[in-house]
């Protein structure tokens, strides 16, 4: 069963070293997270799995990586200089500052539950505002960006001429993006920093309805595919007032976490605003020359924009389940072996001498292809339940036997079956057992 409350999951994640709060020895900084050796081993997995999908096993879509501060221009081009806002009201009461549409009841502060204190609702941009250069207050203003994709906007003439695409096609882009959220909240589902899998995909602009339905169906699968059951997904259309500036239709994938339905992706209708917008702006020509039918025309866009952080997240809620092995409780992550911080955990029966050096052979052997654990400490019972705990797939235990047999024993973290294997059909066996 997946976790049913957010505790499960925050509580496993610092016990194991997914995820700690930002600067803890200092008190914290709010709504800030660091990524320890299994949880940034899991986040690099969920975008390598994005990037997998979106651009390796296609033709049609080519990765890019922008940069992340963009000079107002860009910004006063893309709209988010007038229209990147969010409603903000405070408590006259207890001061603190709430989003007004987040509100259950816009009469009642949720902190105090004082009624009819909140000021006047007023715009606040989200974005991070800095200075560019040597001389404090003498510098360029510039923006870290809140969004990933202007800069496939910016680079579309660019892209279009090294690589040689034609409409339709796409251009991904995984990175850091920046919101001056103000109420972040539910562990790394909302926070100021984060990380986005935005991808642009162009196309001629009659076509735009129909690789919109494509890439919502697209969009969807990869959650179920690697491992989110179908019934804590959903895809929810927006209404046409919660519609972005530039968007003629949005549609959210949301996962039900324990605090209720949430986005993990939004697949928009950006028709041909952004390239307009910076063709106007730049004075430089954003369009596409189709020689087979002697036309030029600006593509629309349909753009998938998923946030990975937020995503490993569903994927952990997802993954957790508690069962019993031999009478005795475990806690289990049964994430996808490609979400897996670690594929394999090597583990020697003993600490031995006579044990380590085959047992050191085999890790260097199997650490060639994937990300292993080598872990020798306490007893054997102990540290399967060790590596269910993180989510590892498969333990190779190496016994006083594999010194005689050359063999090893492959145990499965879901059915807890044990099978004895040649230590040189042992690659090839975690292989087909992954599945790559």
């Not at 040597?134 to 496939?152: C, K």
């Not at 109420?183 to 076509?207: L, S, W």
């Not at 020509?285 to 025309?297: G, I, M, P």
């Not at 269910?388 to 079956?417: H, K, M, Q, Y």
Request: net charge negative; proline share 6%.
């Amino acid at each position: 069963m997946p976790a049913t409350e957010l505790d499960q999951i925050v509580n496993l994640c610092k016990r194991r070293g997914f995820v700690y709060p930002s600067a803890e020895i200092y008190g914290g900084f709010r709504s800030s997270y660091d990524y320890g050796p299994l949880g940034s081993l899991m986040l690099r997995n969920v975008k390598d799995a994005w990037v997998r999908s979106m651009v390796q096993q296609r033709d049609d879509v080519v990765l890019i990586d922008a940069s992340v501060l963009s000079p107002p221009q860009v910004w006063e081009a893309s709209g988010h200089l007038a229209n990147f806002t969010d409603p903000l009201v405070d408590c006259t009461k207890c001061k603190q500052r709430f989003r007004e549409d987040h509100l259950t009841d816009p009469n009642v502060c949720p902190n105090c539950a004082a009624t009819r204190s909140f000021t006047e609702a007023r715009a606040f941009n989200l974005m991070f505002k800095t200075q560019a250069g040597p001389v404090e207050g003498a510098g360029a203003d510039v923006y870290l960006r809140p969004e990933t994709a202007q800069g496939m906007f910016l680079n579309f003439a660019n892209v279009l001429q090294t690589s040689r695409k034609k409409p339709p096609f796409g251009i991904a882009q995984v990175g850091k993006s920046f919101r001056n959220e103000i109420t972040p909240g539910n562990f790394i589902f909302r926070t100021r920093e984060f990380e986005q899998m935005e991808m642009e995909f162009f196309v001629p602009p009659a076509d735009g309805p129909k690789w919109y339905e494509y890439w919502c169906d697209e969009r969807l699968n990869w959650y179920i595919n690697l491992g989110i059951p179908a019934d804590l997904l959903r895809m929810r259309a927006h209404d046409a007032d919660e519609l972005s500036h530039y968007s003629t239709g949005t549609s959210d994938i949301e996962f039900k976490f324990p605090w209720g339905w949430g986005e993990l992706e939004g697949v928009a209708q950006r028709t041909d605003y952004d390239l307009k917008q910076h063709a106007q702006h730049s004075g430089q020509k954003l369009d596409y020359f189709d020689q087979a039918t002697n036309e030029r025309y600006v593509p629309f866009v349909i753009e998938p924009a998923a946030g990975a952080t937020r995503t490993m997240a569903a994927f952990l809620l997802a993954a957790y389940d508690e069962d019993e092995v031999g009478g005795e409780a475990r806690t289990i992550l049964r994430l996808h072996p490609r979400l897996a911080p670690y594929k394999v955990a090597v583990l020697p029966l003993s600490k031995k001498d006579t044990l380590s050096p085959l047992a050191r052979q085999v890790f260097q052997t199997l650490s060639e292809r994937y990300m292993v654990d080598y872990d020798d400490t306490q007893s054997i019972g102990r540290r399967y339940r060790r590596q269910d705990e993180v989510g590892t797939p498969l333990c190779v235990t190496v016994d006083f036997d594999s010194l005689e047999d050359d063999a090893v024993t492959i145990r499965d973290r879901d059915t807890t079956e044990q099978v004895r294997v040649p230590i040189s059909a042992l690659l090839g066996e975690i292989s087909a057992r992954l599945g790559f």
